[in-house]
């Protein structure tokens, strides 16, 4: 699970867009204010490009993201010699929205929160805990049952979180089942996977204090891009919910010298043996991974919903992108960081688990990224009393290394064609399936109980902070009820 409270950034930043036709930074007006400090003033950095060769083996940016956020015992999230994990919980308990004044009190609120946690952040499930989950609760009942009314004759319920953080959401989660569907709690499996063994251990703890056994929960310590962690290959119809881990997933760097136009190229890493320095250099596109994603980016434009079920129409590879990308520029370079890390993932499920149904929520803009290029990420350390400390770089010389997190905005738009072409091995992806996109408002207006984090005032957080994130919805065939949004 992700993010610390990112919604709520000074206006004056700049924001990351993750659209495919953003070649600059757009402005980014928050719905809220800022619950942030940066502790920094450099102004935006252009990453160095290296032509010259070293001695160093170079690794492509998704292979050293890897290890920076998720390296064995020593990377960002599963560093074992921190006294703490870089998730916060709400030890107070949740926040009773009812008796906050308005906007001006839930800040307030947050800032004291923040202040006693040190070095962590919250995420949303965690902030508007247990309503959030109850809210994908509701979602995935609904889904489960589709017109059979009675629960005792459904079918055993799969659910799988990657990324659980602390178990906030997943002890939620079956909190809600056994309350709102006693029949189904019964048959319910939910499996968290997480890459962390300390962060495994907190969601287990926390599950069994709430009362839910084995029977019903369990942990698997692993990659969830890697196809070991899900076993055998199987055909069960099953839940995979993804909260704030996309924006976590490694990325590439492409880059090309005339926007537009041209071959890309992929961006290696390399440590500079005269000075110890990391620095990073363009070389042929190789890369099969790198490869397909770009695929999936160029078809990003090309899919078209027709009506309530969805339709594919297919205008060309390239065609629209390339026409949106000539109106806005004909000069320069072009820099882009595609989602290697998001196709590794949905190519993953799709094999191990074809039956799935996912349910994904993440950032689409990201403020006061300091990096250029379309797509950029956000790099930040946590400091004590919820401050942030945003750096210029993901290249980090050793003293920082491991202890930032690098995170990326994701394009919507993208993931739904990235979850199109890994959803069928039909060379005419005539079986692929079109996923629903809803912004967060949408979702938590049709399946939370809104009423609960109203405020005084009339100010809903859980519907008006956060405003710059979206869920991704896949159904299954003849499951798309909601119109998707941009």
């Known amino acids: 699970m992700r993010r610390t409270h990112l919604a709520a950034r000074v206006a004056t930043h700049a924001a990351a867009s993750c659209s495919p036709f953003a ?18 003033t450099a102004s935006d ?19 050293h993201l890897h290890d920076a956020l998720y390296a064995p015992r020593t990377g960002y999230f599963t560093n074992e010699s921190s ?13 009773d929205f009812k008796t906050l004044r308005g906007q001006d009190d839930y800040f307030a609120e947050l800032n004291r929160r923040y202040a006693k946690l040190g070095a962590q952040w919250l995420t949303p499930g965690e902030i508007f805990a247990p309503h959030y989950a109850d809210a994908l609760a509701k979602y995935v009942l609904d889904e489960h049952r589709g017109d059979e009314t009675d629960d005792g004759k459904l079918e055993e319920l799969r659910v799988y979180e990657i990324g659980g953080g602390s178990g906030t959401f997943a002890s939620g989660f079956l909190d809600a089942v056994k309350r709102e569907a006693p029949e189904v709690y019964k048959r319910i499996v939910y499996t968290s996977i997480d890459i962390s063994a300390r962060l495994n251990e907190a969601q287990s703890a926390r599950v069994r204090v709430a009362g839910h056994g084995k029977g019903r929960h369990q942990t698997k310590i692993g990659d969830a891009t890697d196809p070991t962690t899900w076993g055998p290959s199987n055909g ?5 919910i993804a909260l704030e881990v996309l924006d976590n997933l490694p990325h590439d760097r492409v880059w090309r010298p005339k926007r537009g136009e041209g071959e890309w190229t992929q961006t290696e890493i390399v440590r500079d043996p005269s000075t110890g320095e990391l620095t990073q250099r363009d070389a042929p596109l190789k890369d099969d991974l790198i490869k397909r994603t770009l695929q999936a980016v160029d078809m990003t434009a090309d ?3 027709d009506g309530d079920g969805g339709a594919y129409r297919p205008r060309g590879i390239m065609h629209s992108i390339k ?11 072009e820099t882009w960081f595609v989602p290697t890390g998001a196709m590794k993932l949905f190519e993953t499920l799709h094999a191990k688990r074809p039956n799935h149904r996912l349910i994904a929520a993440d950032f689409d803009t990201l403020p006061s990224v300091r990096i250029e290029g379309v797509n950029a990420p956000l ?7 919820g401050r942030t400390d945003d750096l210029d770089s993901y290249l980090l010389p050793d003293s920082l290394a491991r202890s930032a997190d690098v995170f990326f905005p994701t394009c919507f738009d993208t993931l739904r064609s990235i979850d199109f072409m890994t959803s069928s091995g039909n060379a005419e992806r005539s079986n692929a399936r079109l996923s629903t996109i809803m912004t967060t408002k949408q979702f938590m207006s049709e399946y ?8 005084g005032s009339g100010y809903n957080p859980l519907l008006q902070d956060f405003s710059n994130t979206k869920f991704l919805l896949s159904r299954l065939e003849g499951h798309h009820d909601h119109d998707h949004d941009h």
């Open 83 to 95: 006294r703490t994990t870089p998730v916060g919980t709400m030890e107070e308990g949740a926040i």
């Open 236 to 240: 069960e119809a099953c839940f995979i």
């Open 45 to 63: 950095a252009r990453v160095r490009r290296e032509t010259t060769t070293t001695s160093s083996t170079p690794r492509l940016l998704r292979e």
């Open 379 to 385: 790099v930040a350390r946590q400091l004590e009393g």
């Open 323 to 333: 026409r949106a990308l000539g109106a806005v520029a004909t000069r320069g370079d």
């Open 303 to 305: 899919l078209a919903v």
């Open 448 to 455: 939370a109980d809104v009423g609960a984090t109203k405020t």
């Open 23 to 40: 070649t600059v930074s757009s402005s980014f007006v928050p719905a809220t204010r800022s619950a942030r400090a940066s502790s920094t």
